[in-house]
């Protein structure tokens, strides 16, 4: 897409916006109220707002490679912070997607350069569920197993913060896993057991 055209499409979308509410810009520079913090892959395919049919203002959005939460990454932890603490956002939702480019990346014994430290959390996912991804023939099952797998296990990584441990005990913040199949354009819901994932975190990482 060219630059120019960009502008171009900016000057239409204020004029469709402000054709059905001539407030609408106004009313959005008033301040946001999300109630879902939406954490997805970075991936040009995978555009958060539109999947769920979200207006500006009702998702709090954090994108990177391969939709990860690890705990030395600021950028993720500061997010996960202020959506939860001072948003006060009722859920957290992570989103994977099948044909993840970082994912299948993490799968290749390549050296990536910077991206090997990133990609290091994937394949720490695969470790810890080698035996059940070894265990499946198809290479492309095998591939979208780990983009679910990878999405549980950033959850539990979110459960880990003290900022969602707080927020849990007085209002009852709830995380969801969600994976994205591009071939269907739907949303998966991967139904993780919640409770169970909370009680198998705390008992190692309880804050308080």
């Known amino acids: 897409m060219e630059i120019q055209k960009i502008f171009e499409n900016n000057e239409q979308w204020v004029a469709d916006k402000l054709s059905v509410d001539k407030n609408y810009f106004e009313n959005l520079a008033k301040g946001q109220s999300p109630e879902v913090l939406y954490i997805g892959c970075s991936d040009s395919r995978v555009t958060a707002e539109d999947l769920m049919g979200a207006e500006p203002g009702e998702v709090f959005v954090h994108r990177n490679i391969a939709n990860m939460v690890p705990n030395?990454?600021?950028?993720?932890?500061?997010?996960?912070?202020?959506?939860?603490?001072?948003?006060?956002?009722?859920?957290?939702v992570v989103c994977g997607h099948y044909n993840c480019g970082g994912v299948k990346a993490a799968m290749e014994p390549v050296d990536l350069g910077l991206l090997n430290p990133w990609l290091r959390n994937v394949r720490d996912v695969y470790r810890l569920h080698k035996t059940e991804l070894n265990s499946i023939e198809d290479e492309h099952k095998r591939y979208d197993r780990l983009v679910e797998l990878n999405v549980k296990e950033q959850c539990m990584n979110i459960v880990k913060t003290a900022a969602f441990q707080v927020a849990y005990k007085s209002r009852n913040v709830t995380v969801h896993g969600w994976v994205f199949d591009i071939k269907t354009g739907k949303i998966i819901d991967l139904k993780?057991?919640?409770?169970?994932?909370?009680?198998?975190?705390?008992?190692?990482?309880?804050?308080?």
């Open 72 to 92: 030395t990454d600021l950028n993720a932890m500061s997010v996960i912070n202020y959506a939860i603490t001072h948003l006060k956002v009722k859920h957290v």
């Open 192 to 208: 993780i057991d919640f409770e169970k994932m909370l009680n198998n975190v705390m008992e190692l990482y309880k804050l308080s």
